[in-house]
């Protein structure tokens, strides 16, 4: 069973009505709830004024197999589009990636960073997927030693500790068994998608725009497969590739080894500034220096697994490098940890959420590979690089997973309409190759690159006119590109 929602009093509830979804193709859908708005918890930011923001819940069930059975509240957000009725275009579903993460201030957050012409023709709605935030949060408890300080080093190096990494793998599956329990195969994109539709139902709307970041591409595309003809306009940025998801994770473990080289030679170039070395090599060696230190010796249960996380956020985004290259002199200089840790704990209630729901729902959304491929990938991937970064390789847990999915989740459809796909053509999070994969499968879509760039998240984001341009006239007026798009970025930063 699921836990209770860990915030209780915050939105207003729903009741039913009568209303009927437009009709599907096949079968009439089912009555839609109402949903009613009212105040917002506090992790929900108040946008300037005079935009104001709502928030409410959304029942739905946990299984649709058992329509009767136990349901769960779905936590929704909602800024009203600012202009006119007659500039308006309907909602704007808004995801800021994952799996795992909190949509419920992504309203306010994201809407603030788009285009005022966006603002003023769409209602942006946020959401928390199920699983995640305040719509039924995961809990998979200590997760194998995840949260441990220092915790287990995701690299092995030896015969023994490839072992020992199974065995962290295997008790990370049981304890979400434990803490997941029987909602283990329902916390899935799949599932995701359709509370999206029941959302759009509560909401009123025959069709929905969706603006998904990340995980939220690979969402988008899975709501595209289960409902192309509800699909409005929709721009999926920094695209998850339409892969299993252990097989993304080791594409972006490859290019997270290119992208940490490129990492090395701008911080030999700005040797002055970080005292790292006078060349690529040099850099290198000063991390494995730090890296070895902390696996040896952890200052303050800060270790190699934490070490690792710190590098594999910043690796995706350019502006974080100043602050990876500061902490790696701080430590060869006083042995100091201060400049690599987390702003937030990582044993927080926010995260242990977000890495539970993480692993439900990858697992959730197709077969796993077996311990003995998870083995031998790690031995590929040390090939290419004695000394890669694996933090991401979050789907290797489902080798051990205690519910297993036949299939892997549909994404695409030639019936929906032309979608617009955005990437940064260096992005190591999300390469742009799964951009290409994902518009392979959305016939008339086209694909705006940003060349000369190396992070990730792309439009409303990095600032780029010609990407922004292009993307908002797509939402205002429907215009699709003649062909795909070639926007220049902004190279590597100066620190």
Avoid at 150 to 174: C, F, G, I, M, Y
Avoid at 448 to 472: E, K, P, Q
Wanted: net charge positive.
């Amino acid at each position: 069973m699921l836990p209770a929602l860990r915030r209780t009093g915050l939105l207003c509830a729903l009741t039913a009505t009568a209303a009927l979804l437009p009709a599907a193709p096949v079968h009439a859908a089912p009555p839609a709830p109402a949903l009613r708005f009212g105040p917002c918890p506090d992790s929900v930011p108040d946008p300037p004024a005079p935009a104001h923001v709502e928030c409410g819940r959304l029942s739905v069930p946990l299984d649709r197999d058992h329509p009767d059975g136990e349901h769960l509240d779905i936590a929704v957000s909602r800024v009203r589009a600012s202009g006119p009725a007659s500039e308006r275009r309907g909602v704007l579903l808004v995801n800021p990636g994952g799996p795992g993460g909190s949509g419920l201030p992504y309203a306010v957050t994201k809407r603030a960073k788009l285009p005022d012409r966006v603002r003023r023709a769409y209602d942006v709605i946020g959401f928390d997927p199920r699983g995640t935030g305040a719509s039924a949060p995961a809990d998979c408890g200590p997760m194998g030693g995840l949260f441990d300080a220092p915790a287990p080093d995701p690299v092995p190096q030896s015969r023994p500790a490839e072992r020992a990494h199974l065995d962290t793998l295997r008790r990370t599956a049981d304890d979400c068994a434990r803490g997941v329990a029987d909602a283990l195969p329902h916390l899935s994109t799949t599932e995701t998608a359709r509370d999206m539709d029941a959302l759009r139902a509560a909401l009123g709307e025959p069709r929905i725009g969706f603006l998904g970041v990340s995980y939220g591409s690979y969402l988008g595309a899975a709501y595209a497969a289960l409902f192309p003809q509800r699909v409005g306009r929709m721009v999926l940025d920094s695209v998850v590739g339409p892969w299993s998801w252990y097989d993304f994770d080791l594409v972006q473990s490859r290019a997270l080894i290119r992208q940490r080289d490129v990492f090395f030679a701008w911080a030999a170039g700005h040797h002055r500034r970080f005292a790292l070395g006078a060349d690529g090599t040099a850099v290198r060696t000063a991390y494995q220096r730090v890296r070895d230190g902390l696996a040896q010796h952890p200052v303050d249960g800060f270790g190699a697994a934490e070490f690792d996380r710190a590098v594999y956020r910043a690796l995706g985004r350019t502006e974080r490098w100043t602050g990876l290259a500061d902490g790696l002199r701080t430590y060869l200089r006083d042995g100091t940890t201060g400049p690599l840790r987390p702003a937030e704990p990582f044993d927080g209630a926010a995260s242990r959420t977000h890495e539970a729901a993480n692993r439900t729902v990858k697992c959730a959304d197709g077969p796993a590979p077996a311990p003995a491929r998870v083995t031998a990938d790690i031995r590929r991937i040390r090939r290419l690089d004695p000394q890669p970064v694996l933090t991401g390789v979050e789907a290797s847990v489902c080798a051990y997973w205690h519910h297993r999915p036949a299939h892997r989740t549909p994404l695409g459809s030639p019936d929906a309409p032309p979608v617009l796909l955005v990437a940064s053509t260096h992005d190591p999070v999300t390469p742009v190759r799964g951009a290409r994969a994902l518009q392979r499968r959305l016939p008339g879509s086209r694909l705006v690159s940003l060349h000369d760039d190396y992070s990730h998240g792309v439009f409303a984001s990095r600032g780029n006119a010609c990407v922004d341009d292009t993307a908002a006239a797509y939402l205002l007026d429907g215009t699709v590109p003649r062909t795909d798009v070639h926007c220049t970025g902004p190279g590597l930063p100066t620190p």
